[in-house]
């Protein structure tokens, strides 16, 4: 277990971000009193790159580098990316099969979700930051709304969207699992836990390996710090893994540390070693 990490890898929901998305005022000024000592501090994330961007600016990371869609979209310091592989035309095929079987589908791009509903062959639902309309409440002034909207697939034939990430919505897409996987898929949790999915091969782990990569870093000096199966990877080949309390039983075995739920200021207890004065950890 390495005392003094380079890097340390955070997981969001559920480590960094609380239910309902809650994030503790005090987690910025850490994290920057932490990056004052030459640590880099990176989100390894499932969710969309733009989305990750977007959390990294409430933390004081916006200049960081990213692990985004599980480790299928990897960005640099200076935005270069280092991991992008897409779905490419699998997405397609996972579509049909869900379309056939009346299961409904999402697919994750680096700025946009499409949804799509069985019966409708001809059609996604959209959702991504378009305009400049803001919020009533909720999110910060800056951040922008985010609209549905219907696009025929027509619209993009000629210039197809890149899908970084899938999921299988409901209970009966569990069923699909391995027909999908045998597209070449593969899936960041349990059965029971949900069904999303990305190329086979990739996942955080492999994101931070580019990255520790670029940087010139082993895996040695890593802290990873996380609560989900699609933290799993990075957790073990960490120099120092962290499993958040509410982690599943077979992440509290195999971390090397285990400290208090995320409800309960584990972050805090997590990343305190790194910082002389004791961190405060109020919660919302």
């Given at each position: ?23 503790s005022p005090d987690l910025p000024p850490l994290l920057r009193a932490i990056r004052e000592q030459g640590v880099v501090v990176v989100l390894a994330t499932g969710r969309r790159l733009n989305n990750a961007r ?231």
């Open positions: 277990m390495t005392t003094r990490p380079r890097l340390v890898a955070l997981d969001l929901d559920g480590t960094v971000l609380g239910s309902r998305e809650s994030l977007w959390w990294a600016g409430r933390l004081g990371l916006a200049d960081a580098p990213l692990v985004a869609a599980d480790g299928a979209l990897v960005t640099s310091a200076d935005g270069r990316r280092l991991v992008d592989r897409p779905l490419g035309e699998r997405w397609r095929a996972a579509w049909a099969l869900a379309d056939e079987a009346g299961v409904a589908i999402h697919f994750y791009g680096a700025t946009v979700t499409a949804m799509a509903r069985p019966g409708e062959p001809e059609h996604l639902g959209w959702s991504g930051r378009v305009g400049r309309r803001r919020l009533a409440g909720g999110l910060p002034p800056q951040a922008w709304n985010t609209w549905r909207f219907p696009a025929r697939l027509s619209r993009f034939r000629a210039c197809p969207p890149q899908f970084y990430k899938g999921s299988l919505m409901g209970s009966a897409g569990a069923l699909l699992r391995p027909q999908v996987a045998a597209l070449g898929m593969a899936f960041t949790t349990p059965t029971q836990e949900g069904n999303e999915f990305i190329r086979a091969g990739l996942s955080k782990a492999t994101g931070l390996t580019a990255l520790l990569a670029d940087l010139g870093l082993g895996w040695q000096e890593v802290w990873a710090v996380g609560d989900g199966a699609n933290d799993r990877d990075m957790i073990r080949m960490a120099g120092c893994g962290v499993a958040m309390g509410q982690a599943a039983p077979v992440l509290l075995a195999e971390a090397d540390r285990v400290v208090a739920p995320q409800a309960e200021g584990g972050l805090f207890e997590a990343l305190a070693p790194l910082v002389r004065a004791a961190a405060t950890k109020r919660l919302w």
